[in-house]
């Protein structure tokens, strides 16, 4: 090429194994960087996105099923609790009734009312005290439910963006090797060599950053 030719442009190219990841060519005035997704990947991305996009507008929101399974596991837990308390009491009043019927012969006296008053306002106690667990144990639920779909958004969201990391770091390298090769071909048509390990060496370093720097998609 002689000193009075148009330098030439270089287009630019990022390959691993073999495999092209990135290219940067010029069409025009237009110079344009393109990733490279395998089948693989892109089928992936391209599923992470519509998921988010499709679980946003009702990230919040408990639909029928989620709601029948949270009242599900309430309606078992009250049961429980129940028979629970009946299995305890029940046997405490029975007992109370035997013992003032062998001692006073019928239950129309004031120790039993006493007694059975007692029992009952503990019973009551712990009715209450079961309704309070299960609006402890709704919200729990509820929250537990909405934990686990905003850890899937965000492992949605965290895959979008290494993904668009990893093209904007091979996007950079094609680049870089477009603006090396395009320094090259100027370097050649002004009779000076490109000098590959002065100014040449940031360039290298560079791309060595980038490399160490890339989160590799899952």
Same mark, same amino acid.
């Given at each position: 090429?002689?000193?009075?030719s148009?330098?030439?442009?270089?287009?630019?190219?990022?390959?691993?194994?073999?495999?092209t990841?990135?290219?940067?060519?010029?069409?025009?005035?237009?110079?344009?960087?393109n990733?490279?997704?395998?089948?693989?990947?892109?089928?992936a991305?391209?599923?992470?996105?519509?998921?988010?996009?499709?679980?946003?507008?009702?990230l919040?929101?408990?639909?029928?099923?989620?709601?029948?399974?949270i009242?599900s596991?309430?309606?078992?837990?009250?049961?429980?609790?129940?028979?629970a308390?009946?299995?305890?009491?029940?046997?405490?009043?029975?007992d109370?009734? *035997?013992d003032? $019927?062998?001692? =006073? &012969? #019928?239950?129309?006296?004031?120790?039993?009312?006493?007694?059975l +008053?007692?029992?009952?306002?503990?019973?009551?106690?712990a009715?209450?005290?079961?309704?309070?667990d299960?609006?402890l144990?709704k919200?729990?639920?509820?929250?537990?439910?909405?934990?686990?779909?905003y850890?899937y958004?965000?492992?949605?969201?965290?895959y979008v963006n290494?993904v *668009?990391?990893? $093209?904007?770091? =091979? &996007? #950079?390298?094609s680049?870089?090797n477009?603006t090396?090769?395009? +320094?090259y071909n100027?370097g050649t048509?002004?009779?000076?060599?490109?000098?590959?390990?002065g100014?040449?060496?940031n360039?290298?370093s560079?791309i060595?950053?980038?490399?160490?720097?890339m989160?590799?998609p899952?």
């Amino acid at each position: 090429m002689g000193k009075n030719s148009k330098p030439s442009y270089s287009t630019g190219t990022v390959q691993i194994n073999g495999q092209t990841k990135a290219t940067t060519s010029k069409n025009g005035n237009n110079v344009t960087t393109n990733y490279i997704m395998s089948d693989n990947e892109k089928k992936a991305y391209d599923y992470a996105q519509q998921s988010f996009a499709d679980s946003l507008p009702k990230l919040n929101v408990l639909d029928l099923d989620t709601r029948k399974g949270i009242n599900s596991q309430l309606e078992a837990y009250a049961q429980q609790g129940t028979q629970a308390i009946n299995d305890i009491y029940t046997p405490m009043i029975e007992d109370t009734k *035997n013992d003032i $019927a062998r001692r =006073f &012969g #019928n239950l129309d006296n004031s120790s039993f009312l006493n007694s059975l +008053n007692s029992i009952e306002a503990n019973r009551a106690d712990a009715v209450s005290a079961l309704g309070q667990d299960l609006v402890l144990m709704k919200n729990d639920l509820i929250n537990d439910e909405l934990s686990r779909r905003y850890n899937y958004m965000s492992f949605l969201g965290d895959y979008v963006n290494g993904v *668009n990391a990893n $093209a904007l770091s =091979f &996007g #950079n390298m094609s680049q870089a090797n477009s603006t090396s090769g395009t +320094n090259y071909n100027q370097g050649t048509s002004s009779g000076s060599g490109f000098d590959w390990f002065g100014t040449g060496s940031n360039l290298l370093s560079t791309i060595g950053s980038q490399l160490l720097s890339m989160k590799m998609p899952l």
